[in-house]
T-cell receptor, first 115, second 112 residues
Framework: KAGVTQTPRYLIKTRGQQVTLSCSPI?????VSWYQQTPGQGLQFLFE???????NKGNFPGRFSGRQFSNSRSEMNVSTLELGDSALYLC??????????????FGAGSRLTVL | QKEVEQDPGPLSVPEGAIVSLNCTYS??????FMWYRQYSRKGPELLMY????GNKEDGRFTAQVDKSSKYISLFIRDSQPSDSATYLC????????????FGTGTRLTVIP
């Protein structure tokens, strides 16, 4: 069974540009969550999509946005990049259990460097 | 103050040692507690999860939750060089939630 696939793995952008990151979840998983990982703050929740709808959102500015397609693939976009946006962006998919803890399966991440 | 605090280490131990990793938290609503392991250039992978207080054992790994003290621990027995990774605690206040609250991670190195 293929895992969570994120593309691109590495990218370099300059301040003011925008970036789009892609995530393909595990087959059959309909929930996709995005996290930002930095050395100082650790993993911070960005947002979650389920059946093409944003179900939950973290405390990030509106420059961070996402969407999910009918095949459950998801993209996130960051506009007007700032130096502080340099981070590892992780996507996780889950099977959306209705009780108990959801098991999140993470991709390897997209490492964004903003110069 | 972050809702989940974790000593970043780094922590170096000889092979075969018992490792203790810990997190404290401030939100008494947290009910689900997880430990993830992250190897270099990889995404986190779930090691263990527990609900509410108590212990859970899985092979060489034991997870403990003390809700009265808002303190969780992961113990690794007979540590191996392959255990060298960053260990992240995570927690959630509700069932089925995907917005987990993570510690910043503890980097562990097991020396052969």
């Amino acid at each position: 069974k293929a895992g969570v696939t994120q593309t691109p793995r590495y990218l370099i952008k300059t301040r003011g540009q925008q970036v789009t990151l892609s995530c393909s979840p595990i087959s059959g998983h309909r929930s996709v969550s995005w996290y930002q990982q930095t050395p100082g703050q650790g993993l911070q929740f960005l947002f979650e999509y389920f059946s093409e709808t944003q179900r939950n959102k973290g405390n990030f500015p509106g420059r961070f946005s996402g969407r999910q397609f009918s095949n459950s693939r998801s993209e996130m976009n960051v506009s007007t990049l700032e130096l502080g946006d340099s981070a590892l962006y992780l996507c996780a998919s889950s099977s959306n259990r209705v009780s108990g803890a959801n098991v999140l399966t993470f991709g390897a991440g997209s490492r964004l460097t903003v110069l | 103050q972050k809702e989940v605090e974790q000593d970043p280490g780094p922590l170096s131990v000889p092979e075969g040692a018992i490792v203790s990793l810990n997190c404290t938290y401030s939100n008494s609503a947290f009910q689900y507690f997880m430990w993830y392991r992250q190897y270099s250039r990889k995404g986190p992978e779930l090691l263990m999860y527990t609900y509410s207080s108590g212990n859970k054992e899985d092979g060489r790994f034991t997870a403990q939750v003390d809700k009265s003290s808002k303190y969780i621990s992961l113990f690794i027995r007979d540590s191996q060089p392959s255990d060298s990774a960053t260990y992240l605690c995570a927690m959630s206040p509700q069932t089925g939630a995907n917005n987990l609250f993570f510690g910043t991670g503890t980097r562990l190195t097991v020396i052969p």
